[in-house]
């Protein structure tokens, strides 16, 4: 003879309401938000390095190219040095480098508390109106820093040329050699 199934075997435990497991959540959370906070630095870095202005050599015959009646524009770069080796023409500061011109050199202020530079933005700032007077259709400049160079000085350069009207602003990192 067949028995029916108990009653109480379907029945619930009189407790509360069992708590969800957060620890395998918060695990996730822990590995992704670093992740996304160093992917935000990079992408900072990359859209510094792409030049996104338009060149004028693509789609729609921007004048530049065979036939085009526009003059090429002359090569200015800033270098930001943070060496002091005077053997090899190095020194902490800016060296402006303007086709035509002789080449300017506006060295650091000093060091700060945490032994970096103290670049003179004032002074560059003012070398860039004089470049803009200069050269009123000039819209590209490239800022080249050595490798040692923190990243608020390069963006700090690149903002003040931005506010000097130079609206191409390429980077181009120093190239280095070792022999």
């Known amino acids: 003879m067949a028995y029916r199934p108990s009653a109480g075997r379907n029945q619930r435990s009189a407790g509360g309401p069992k708590e969800p497991d957060l620890v395998p959540i918060m695990n996730l959370f822990l590995t992704i938000i670093p992740f996304m906070l160093y992917m935000v630095v990079v992408v900072q870095l990359a859209l510094i390095a792409l030049n996104f202005t338009p060149s004028g050599g693509g789609g729609g015959g921007g004048g530049q190219g065979p036939g085009g009646g526009t003059a090429e524009e002359k090569k200015i770069e800033i270098f930001i040095m943070d060496q002091d080796a005077s053997d090899r023409g ?4 800016f060296e402006i480098r303007e086709p035509g011109q002789e080449t300017l050199k506006i060295r650091a202020l000093g060091k700060d508390v945490n032994d970096a530079y103290v670049y003179d933005f004032q002074s560059l700032n003012e070398v860039l109106k004089e470049i803009r007077d200069r050269n009123p259709d000039q819209t590209q400049i490239s800022v080249s820093p050595y ?20 609206t191409n602003v390429m980077y181009k990192p120093v190239g280095i050699g070792y022999f």
């Open 147 to 166: 490798p040692t160079i923190l990243y608020g000085s390069l963006i700090k350069t690149i903002d003040l040329c931005k506010n000097n009207q130079f």
């Open 90 to 93: 190095l020194f902490p500061g």
